[in-house]
Each structure stands twice: as C-alpha cells, then as structure tokens.
C-alpha cells in the first residue's frame, strides 16, 4: 500500500486503523526473496533470524539441522507449488502456491488503492464487514433518484388602467367620413381633460368653409385604455408532499483489512481479504475491487468491471423568477355629447363610445358647437400573463470515486504444502 493510498484509508474510516503491515515479511532462508517459513512444534521460533510460519502438525518440512523448506514461491522444491499453473492460467489465484491468508489478485495499477471489498445494494440489506476485512470506508452512493421538485404557480395583478377621453374633436364640412378634399374644424378638447363641460375651440352657427357650412358632421377619435405593468405573484398553493428530494437506490460499502495477509507466488499478484465463503453472488454478496477516489477513471484490463459511486450530492435547484407579459384585453366605455350652447344643455348629439372604436355622425349643417362633455361608463383593465415559476437547477453527484473489480472471483490459494521426508 503506498503511502498516498493509507492516508486515504485512514481518513475514510475515520482514522481507527490499526498499524497496517505494509513493510513486507523480511527476507532471507531458503531463497533469496521475502518469505515465511514452515516449521514443526520443535523447532524454535525462528531460524537463523528468519520467521517461521506454523503450518501445523502434519508439516514435517524442518530438517535436523535447522533447514527450513521455503513455503512460498519455491525454487523448484517438491510441494511448493514449483512454477505449475493454478486457477485455469488467467491471471487470478496465482501461479504458484503461496501463503497468501485470503485470495491471490492482480496487483494493483499506479495511484489505484489496493484491493479491498465492495459491496453494492440497497442501504437496508447491508451486511456487516466480513472477518477478514473488518474495517468499514466511507460509505459511498450510486444510482441517484430525484423527485420532482415542484413550484408555486405564478400569477399577474391585475394592471393599474386609464380610460383616456377622445380630445380631437373636429367638425367636418362633408358628410361622414369625409372625402380627401373635406376641410376640417378643430372642436377639440383641452388638454388632460377630465370630460367636464367645456367650451373650448367652440364653433359658431352658420361658420363657412370652402364646401359650404363648416359643420355638417362630427368627427371622435376612439377612446383608448392606458394599461400599466403588471405585478407578479405567488400563488399559494396546499403543501401535499415534501419538496423535491432525492435519494440514493445504491450505497456502496468498503471493507479493508487490518493485518498483512501473507505473500503470493507471483511477483504481479498481491495477497487480499477474501469474500466470506459462501457467500452469495454480487450483488449481494462482496466483490474484490481496485478503487481511485479522484474522479472517474476507465478501468485497467485486470479489473474490468466499473462501478462509480459518489460521496455526495449537490442540489442547486430552485424556481425561476414570476414574472408578467404586456397587459392585453383592456377596454373602456365612454358617454360623449356635444352641444349647442356654452353650457352642455342644448344637445347636438350623444353616443356611447367604446375603446378602439372612433365615431362619425352626421348633423344639422351650420349646427353650433358651442360645449362638450364626457364621462367613463366602464372600465375593464385587462390581464397579463404570467411566466417563471418553473423548476430551474439540478441535482449532481459530487466527489466520484471509481471502482475496478474481478468479473469473478478467484480461486482460493492453496495452502502451503509440506515436503516429504522420504523425498528428499
């Protein structure tokens, strides 16, 4: 385990390991590399400062004079394996026997954590670390699930409104509409005018233009509706289920051991803890996987199966603004009347205006126009249609972590194989 790997262990599990064995057996004996050695009852602990390894009373393998049969790798002694292939040559269980206290693997890739146990299902059924590698990671999630996150409903107050009076008034000397020779009188209203009886630009009876008497029919504009901006709103609405969670359908368990498990026969195969025998397939049960904590990684051909799997979430979503379109739909209902007097009594003509649409009517010729008023009937303000209050943002995991596994599982190792005394 490289140190950069321990550092992390050690903070996913919160700091509880124990002093890991990761210096190796020391070497010497009956080969020139790092092994343990078989011995019987009789034999002292150690041989020529080398460490022994207790295979049990049937492993004779300690002659008279302290020799010591190496249990490892082997250089070819009858029992230990001697080079042959074991587990079907496809890389996983070694190729030669080992005192490997769990499952030979496939050593690990540069800046991969080293192997350890994964298990993957629902948070609920979650077994407990195995014997072999009790101590529990950070506990790790997969396969995000978001609920619907739901907004209050916008709305649009209805606008401020006006009802603006028709003011250029005009007596026209033709007929109604007025051809493009008609000559035209301004009876025009005062500016701001707030319909009151007015005399303003008063025409008198029997005023000549150049088609004869100047009044012989009246000309309005249409009333028009002066809409102001809408405000938004919020719509409240009954509360029925909590607001847009989201939850994880996967969580991911490590489990690490705590003691150096022993060597293999193999130079490119490392010693790990072995899923509980037994123990059902994966999902449900445990699988032997490589693990890179920074980000998504592709996978190295000797652990081809990817999970990701992530230490959190990032929820940023929220509801768009309420916001409101132009006012439309307005109108207004106007009451005019002009006169022949100065004092709005003696009527001309009276007709109720509606907005959008202007008037022209007909009057006596040479009528006077002496006043005019006007007065709102009706006012409609309109609406404005609203926009916003739409879901906006996203739930993203945070802090990937790759997993590499073992399509399957490897065969166990076997066990190390006293010599024969008849042998030799």
């Excluded at 809409?227 to 996967?250: H, I, L, N």
């Excluded at 123990?279 to 996987?289: D, Q, R, V």
């Excluded at 990684?297 to 990701?308: G, K, L, Q, W």
Aim: hydrophobic share 30%.
């Amino acid at each position: 385990m490289n140190a950069r790997n321990l550092r992390w262990m050690m903070l996913a599990v919160g700091g509880v390991l124990p002093a890991l064995l990761v210096a190796g057996i020391v070497g010497g004996g009956c080969t020139d590399d790092a092994r343990w050695y078989t011995c019987d009852d009789d034999s002292p602990p150690r041989l020529d400062n080398k460490p022994c390894y207790d295979a049990g009373p049937d492993a004779d393998v300690c002659d008279e004079d302290g020799g010591c049969n190496d249990a490892g790798t082997g250089g070819g002694d009858e029992g230990t394996g001697g080079g042959e292939e074991e587990g079907g040559g496809d890389g996983i269980g070694g190729g030669m026997s080992s005192l490997c206290v769990g499952q030979c693997v496939p050593k690990e890739p540069p800046g991969w954590f080293e192997p350890l146990l994964l298990w993957l299902g629902p948070s609920d059924r979650a077994p407990d670390c195995p014997a072999a590698a009790p101590v529990p990671g950070q506990e790790l999630h997969a396969d995000l699930v978001v609920e619907p996150y739901r907004c209050a409903a916008c709305a649009c107050d209805p606008p401020e409104t006006s009802c603006e009076l028709p003011a250029a008034w005009s007596a026209v000397d033709s007929p109604c509409p007025g051809g493009p020779g008609a000559q035209r009188t301004s009876f025009a209203a005062p500016d701001a005018w707030d319909g009151a009886c007015t005399t303003a630009n008063a025409i008198p009876a029997g005023q000549a233009c150049a088609g004869g008497p100047c009044t012989q029919s009246l000309d309005l504009p249409a009333p028009r509706v002066l809409a102001g901006a809408c405000a938004p709103s919020v719509v409240e609405e009954p509360a029925e289920e909590p607001q847009g969670g989201f939850r994880w359908a996967t969580l991911a368990k490590t489990c690490a051991g705590v003691t150096a498990p022993g060597p293999c026969g193999d130079s490119g195969m490392r010693c790990s803890p072995a899923p509980p025998e037994g123990a059902a397939a994966p999902p449900e049960g445990f699988l032997t996987c490589i693990m890179h904590h920074e980000g998504e990684h592709e996978c190295p051909p000797t652990y081809p199966s990817r999970h990701i799997a992530y230490d959190g979430a990032e929820d940023s979503r929220g509801c768009s603004a309420c916001t409101c379109g132009e006012p439309s739909g307005g109108a207004c209902s106007v009451w005019v009347s002009a006169f022949s007097d100065a004092g709005c009594s003696a009527g001309v003509v009276s007709v109720l205006m509606r907005s959008e649409a202007p008037f022209c009517g007909a009057i006596a010729p040479g009528t006077a126009l002496g006043s005019k008023s006007a007065v709102v009937v009706d006012l409609e303000p309109g609406s404005c249609t609203a926009d916003g209050g739409e879901p906006i943002g996203e739930v993203a995991p945070r802090g990937a972590v790759t997993f590499c596994c073992l399509n399957r599982q490897p065969q166990q190792p076997e066990p190390p194989r006293a010599r024969d005394p008849e042998l030799g």
